[in-house]
């Protein structure tokens, strides 16, 4: 039978666990930093899709800020609709005015998803918590952690995005 392990010694473990997470969690976040725009708005729909949405790129143009579509049914024809706005400004947080812009294009039925690499402000919260419309925003740690949790779920372009490797860890 193995011997029991030792209060300092499952400390270190503990630390060590803690370590390597945190470091894993900064270099995925230099990945996804690296990123282009336009990769960004792919890593969202296959996030979204790895959550059990069908989800697409809106072409480019006037989109009023919808960089992805989701929805059961990928149209957007069936509830809840989540539009999807990416602000891949890595030196620069989203504020209030980049929320309001967002909410405005946003209907009834819809939800709205705001994602800032660069951050967000308190403003854009506080714009996105009194909203008459769901918006969800997401900061560059909020984005990463969806990520890695749903990583195993992503197809075959979302995985080659940012390619993770899964580490096994042994149980307590």
């Known amino acids: 039978m193995a011997e029991p ?13 803690e370590d390597a997470v945190e470091t894993s969690h900064e270099l995925i976040k230099d990945q996804v930093t690296r990123l282009t725009e336009d990769e960004m708005g792919d890593l969202t729909a296959a996030l979204l899709h790895a959550m059990g949405d069908r989800a697409r790129v809106t072409p480019k143009g006037p989109a009023r800020g919808v960089d992805v579509l989701a929805s059961p049914d990928g149209l957007g024809l069936e509830q809840p609709r989540i539009k999807a706005e990416v602000k891949h ?27 800032g690499t660069g951050g967000v402000t308190k403003d854009a919260r506080y ?18 952690r969806l990520v890695v949790q749903h990583s195993e779920a992503f197809d075959v372009d979302g995985r080659a995005l940012g ?7 042994p149980a307590e």
Do not use: Y
Request: with cysteine; charged share 35%; hydrophobic share 35%.
């Open 127 to 144: 714009e996105a918590d009194r909203a008459n419309v769901p918006c969800t925003l997401l900061d560059l740690d909020d984005l990463v």
């Open 89 to 115: 400004r890595p030196k620069s947080a989203m504020g209030a005015q980049d929320i309001r812009s967002f909410l405005g294009g946003l209907r009834e039925g819809d939800r709205g998803l705001s994602i």
């Open 163 to 169: 390619p993770l490797v899964r580490i096994d860890w």
């Open 5 to 17: 392990i030792e209060e300092a010694e499952k400390e270190e473990i503990r630390q060590t666990k």
